[in-house]
């Protein structure tokens, strides 16, 4: 299993009463099988069990969106991304975990096999997450458990970058909105994939490929 000092990310957090109680609200959604949407670092998401394959039919017909295009999922830490793992995470993954999470950096690592299909890329890979943000963390630590981290939109449309873009996109079908306000995120998460021994960065977002480059060796093959 990955040790503490990878598992235990060090967060700045700033959740007042009112704000826990939304936070209750929306890990009581989750419980039940709802869709929460929630603020991170970058932009809004969309949460829901990612155990719940229920939740995940809904939340995909809900976004519009593909099954089989594979949906990023928002962990507490290493310790919790391990539970949907095919195999420990490789050295690289767990030095860029040290380094950027809690933060904008989507890891794509080889999945459990019993994770649900929805979760997967077409390599087989889930995409993991720990947020930088005190509400998405604090949402994710009352579930205790992996919830899914994408972006609040229509499929094909701009991010939501306010829960009241996120009503608007979602008049119906979301079932909490959990507002910590506007988000102004000018990008999305970078994304590296760990496949076959390599690591391929597959997107750069709000980490720099020269950053990520840093810590650990980088096949650079950006798509999209």
Known sequence: MVGDEAAAPVRET??????????????????????????????????????????????????????????????????????????????????????????????????????????????????????????????VEGFAAAITSTSANPSGAEPARSAAQARAYFPRGVDAFVDGGPRRGSEVSSVVEFLHGRAYLRRVGAIDAAALAAVTDLTEEVRG
């Open 14 to 139: 700033t959740i007042d009463a009112a704000a826990r109680a939304m936070i209750d609200d929306g890990v009581a959604v989750l419980r039940r099988g709802g869709v929460v949407a929630y603020p991170t670092e970058t932009v809004y998401g969309l949460g829901v069990d990612a155990a719940n394959r229920a939740a995940l039919a809904r939340l995909f017909a809900l976004k519009g969106r593909r099954s089989g295009s594979g949906m990023s999922v928002l962990v507490r830490d290493l310790a919790m991304a391990s539970r949907l793992l095919a195999a420990e995470p490789p050295a690289g993954a767990i030095a860029l975990a040290r380094a950027f999470w809690p933060g904008p950096l989507t890891m794509v690592l080889g999945a459990a096999a019993d994770l649900a299909p929805q979760l997967c890329g077409a390599g087989g890979g889930v995409g993991l997450r720990c947020s930088s943000d005190a509400w998405a963390c604090a949402l």
